[in-house]
């Protein structure tokens, strides 16, 4: 009834740990089952190991929260070695998401983690580095430059993770499709800022930030429906999703699967609550399984 | 760890904005050791604010926890107006914990503001331990003063002091430590504070090992948002709620 596919992977349920709210799993693990996931995306690895952005990096707005995290990982070496044994023990997909900071980064990352995962996230769309990241994912022909190169290496799906901060989220997702992407997710966070009235001073050290939570579902959910409409590769829905309804939905609106991410922070039990939530509506419904869902909106 | 819907039993203010909440919690109870915090959801399906709260554990007595806090923002207030038999959620505990230990000569304890809490049990472990321990209270003034009594009771010498000398020394709590240091023997400092004042008592260079409680902001408490990464020494990332919230003042940049 949860089973859903993205080029040939199965995932057991559609539902996805979010990268950069789940570490490396190790840390959830200890609160809840992480076979519970259908698959978990991880924390954004790079070549080299990185430490980040200064602090502050999150504060709290209406609905949402801004960070500015900037992609502290400790590097492809060390995630094969002592974080990827771990999360093998798990009966669930394991997604790396992957950042460079040049095409040639891109396509060394694809490379070594290919043989090693189930499928690659191609992060072109993180907002808190300065190279790389969101300045290549807002550009159709930089998405499809590196997604064609990193398609051409890898011997596992390439599912391309976009922007929302951009004029027309389409024209990005068109341009992973045409280099060859096996799916794309969206949307990432979207540039923010906040301001202490009392100090004056940003409430992010790098001024802007990405927001992410319940705020931005609307949005999400309507990037999610545009891109239905112009591509036929399965989409990965993901922006401020809290509860069962809110990734119903997504589906509605297109999602083959959707990512969970913010929710992680504030209820660790979301995976099973939403999982059961979405079982309840299907058999409410009458539907057999979440693909009758899939862009099933009545318009 | 672990995720508890508890009832409070009592949350009540105890100084100028600073409250003391307590709830039933067995397993907490046990499991908490000084230093340790925890994580609460003052609001089930809130959007405003959205995230958990990571608050230190100040005490248990028997199987009740308490939590000390003082209003800041949107978070606390709501919590404050918390009455008894509601529930919130608790995520705990949380942390690594102090290094509690019969160190062989005297121990010094440094608090300001709010980082007072979690050095009641703190002190309390240390003299379990038959230590002789001097305690250091900074506040702003008189009528911010709270845990007083509870410190005398589990300290040798207790030291107060004001910022606007209303009660007590005036000064904060780190300009009475060091006027002791040359003429008690510490063999260790624990401490809890504003970053100026944990600053401050970096600066003294101390001789002897000084261990500190630090706050960030956060958003999980367990380790995997990174939103509460400091520089370690080495310039390596350290988190506040899993590496610490306790660190050796050296090893860390403040």
């Given at each position: 009834?949860l089973?859903?596919e993205?080029s040939g992977?199965?995932?057991?349920?559609?539902?996805?740990?979010?990268?950069?709210t789940?570490g490396?799993?190790r840390?959830?693990s200890?609160?809840i089952?992480?076979?519970?996931?259908?698959?978990?995306?991880t924390?954004?690895?790079t070549?080299?190991?990185?430490?980040?952005?200064?602090?502050?990096?999150?504060?709290?707005?209406?609905?949402?929260?801004?960070?500015?995290?900037?992609?502290?990982?400790p590097g492809v070496?060390a995630?094969?070695?002592?974080?990827?044994?771990f999360l093998?023990?798990?009966?669930?997909k394991?997604?790396?998401?992957?950042?460079g900071?040049n095409?040639?980064?891109?396509i060394?990352?694809?490379?070594i983690?290919?043989?090693?995962v189930?499928?690659?996230?191609?992060?072109?769309?993180?907002?808190?580095v300065?190279?790389?990241?969101?300045?290549?994912?807002k550009?159709?022909?930089?998405?499809?430059?590196?997604?064609r190169?990193?398609?051409?290496?890898?011997?596992?799906?390439?599912?391309v993770?976009?922007?929302?901060?951009?004029?027309?989220?389409?024209?990005?997702?068109?341009?992973?499709?045409k280099?060859?992407?096996?799916?794309?997710?969206?949307?990432?966070?979207?540039?923010?800022?906040?301001?202490?009235?009392?100090?004056?001073?940003p409430?992010?050290?790098?001024v802007?930030?990405g927001?992410?939570?319940?705020a931005?579902?609307?949005?999400?959910?309507r990037?999610v429906?545009?891109?239905?409409?112009?591509?036929n590769i399965?989409?990965?829905?993901?922006g401020g999703i809290?509860?069962y309804?809110?990734?119903i939905?997504?589906f509605?609106a297109?999602?083959?699967?959707?990512?969970?991410?913010?929710?992680?922070f504030?209820?660790?039990?979301?995976?099973?609550?939403?999982?059961?939530?979405?079982?309840n509506?299907?058999?409410?419904?009458?539907?057999?399984?979440?693909?009758?869902l899939?862009?099933n909106i009545?318009i | 760890?672990?995720?508890?819907?508890?009832?409070?039993?009592e949350?009540?203010?105890?100084?100028?904005g600073?409250y003391?909440?307590?709830?039933?919690?067995?397993?907490?109870?046990?499991?908490?050791?000084?230093?340790?915090?925890?994580?609460?959801?003052?609001?089930k399906d809130?959007?405003?604010?959205?995230?958990?709260?990571?608050f230190?554990?100040?005490?248990?007595?028997?199987?009740?926890?308490?939590?000390g806090y003082?209003?800041?923002g949107?978070?606390t207030?709501?919590?404050s107006?918390?009455?008894?038999?509601?529930?919130?959620?608790?995520?705990g505990?949380?942390g690594?914990?102090?290094l509690?230990?019969?160190?062989?000569g005297?121990?010094?304890?440094v608090?300001?503001?709010?980082?007072?809490?979690?050095?009641?049990?703190?002190?309390?472990?240390l003299?379990?331990?038959?230590?002789?321990?001097?305690?250091?209270?900074?506040f702003?003034?008189?009528s911010?003063?709270?845990?007083?009594?509870?410190f005398?009771?589990v300290?040798?010498n207790?030291?107060?002091?004001?910022?606007?000398?209303s009660?007590?020394?005036?000064?904060?709590a780190?300009?009475?430590f060091k006027?002791k240091?040359?003429?008690?023997?510490y063999?260790?400092?624990?401490s809890?504070?504003?970053k100026?004042?944990?600053?401050?008592?970096?600066?003294?260079?101390?001789?002897f090992?000084?261990?500190?409680s630090?706050?960030?902001?956060?958003?999980?408490?367990?380790?995997?948002c990174?939103?509460?990464s400091?520089?370690?020494?080495d310039?390596?990332?350290?988190?506040?709620?899993s590496?610490g919230?306790?660190?050796?003042?050296?090893?860390?940049?403040?």
């Amino acid at each position: 009834m949860l089973e859903v596919e993205i080029s040939g992977v199965k995932l057991k349920n559609p539902i996805i740990a979010a990268s950069g709210t789940f570490g490396f799993g190790r840390e959830f693990s200890r609160l809840i089952d992480l076979n519970l996931f259908g698959g978990i995306s991880t924390k954004g690895i790079t070549l080299k190991k990185r430490a980040g952005n200064p602090q502050p990096r999150l504060c709290e707005v209406y609905g949402g929260i801004i960070n500015s995290v900037g992609l502290e990982n400790p590097g492809v070496e060390a995630f094969i070695k002592e974080e990827l044994p771990f999360l093998r023990r798990f009966d669930t997909k394991i997604i790396a998401n992957i950042n460079g900071f040049n095409k040639e980064e891109f396509i060394e990352l694809a490379k070594i983690l290919s043989p090693f995962v189930d499928m690659i996230e191609v992060n072109l769309s993180c907002p808190n580095v300065k190279e790389g990241g969101m300045i290549f994912g807002k550009d159709p022909n930089r998405v499809y430059e590196i997604t064609r190169e990193v398609k051409k290496v890898s011997s596992c799906p390439i599912i391309v993770k976009l922007t929302p901060n951009v004029t027309d989220i389409t024209e990005l997702a068109k341009a992973a499709e045409k280099a060859g992407a096996d799916a794309i997710s969206l949307i990432n966070t979207i540039s923010a800022m906040a301001i202490d009235i009392e100090t004056r001073r940003p409430l992010i050290k790098m001024v802007t930030g990405g927001l992410s939570g319940p705020a931005i579902k609307p949005i999400a959910v309507r990037m999610v429906y545009e891109c239905f409409q112009k591509v036929n590769i399965p989409i990965i829905g993901m922006g401020g999703i809290m509860n069962y309804k809110d990734a119903i939905e997504f589906f509605l609106a297109g999602a083959t699967a959707i990512q969970i991410g913010t929710v992680n922070f504030v209820n660790p039990n979301a995976v099973s609550e939403i999982k059961e939530g979405i079982e309840n509506y299907l058999k409410d419904h009458g539907f057999e399984s979440v693909k009758d869902l899939v862009g099933n909106i009545i318009i | 760890m672990k995720l508890l819907d508890v009832e409070i039993a009592e949350n009540k203010m105890i100084a100028n904005g600073i409250y003391l909440l307590s709830f039933e919690s067995e397993y907490l109870a046990n499991a908490f050791k000084p230093g340790n915090f925890v994580n609460i959801l003052v609001e089930k399906d809130s959007i405003y604010p959205l995230l958990r709260r990571p608050f230190s554990i100040s005490f248990v007595k028997e199987n009740k926890v308490f939590i000390g806090y003082k209003v800041v923002g949107r978070g606390t207030q709501i919590l404050s107006q918390k009455k008894k038999g509601d529930t919130i959620n608790v995520l705990g505990p949380l942390g690594n914990s102090f290094l509690v230990d019969r160190f062989d000569g005297k121990v010094a304890v440094v608090g300001g503001g709010v980082g007072i809490f979690p050095l009641l049990s703190l002190c309390h472990e240390l003299k379990k331990a038959r230590n002789e321990v001097d305690v250091f209270l900074g506040f702003r003034s008189r009528s911010d003063l709270f845990f007083v009594e509870e410190f005398k009771e589990v300290s040798d010498n207790l030291f107060i002091s004001t910022d606007d000398g209303s009660i007590g020394y005036k000064g904060n709590a780190v300009e009475v430590f060091k006027t002791k240091i040359e003429e008690e023997n510490y063999k260790v400092a624990f401490s809890c504070g504003p970053k100026p004042m944990l600053s401050a008592l970096k600066s003294l260079n101390l001789t002897f090992k000084c261990y500190i409680s630090l706050e960030e902001k956060m958003a999980c408490g367990i380790g995997a948002c990174l939103c509460c990464s400091i520089k370690g020494k080495d310039g390596n990332m350290l988190h506040v709620c899993s590496d610490g919230p306790v660190f050796d003042i050296m090893e860390v940049e403040i």
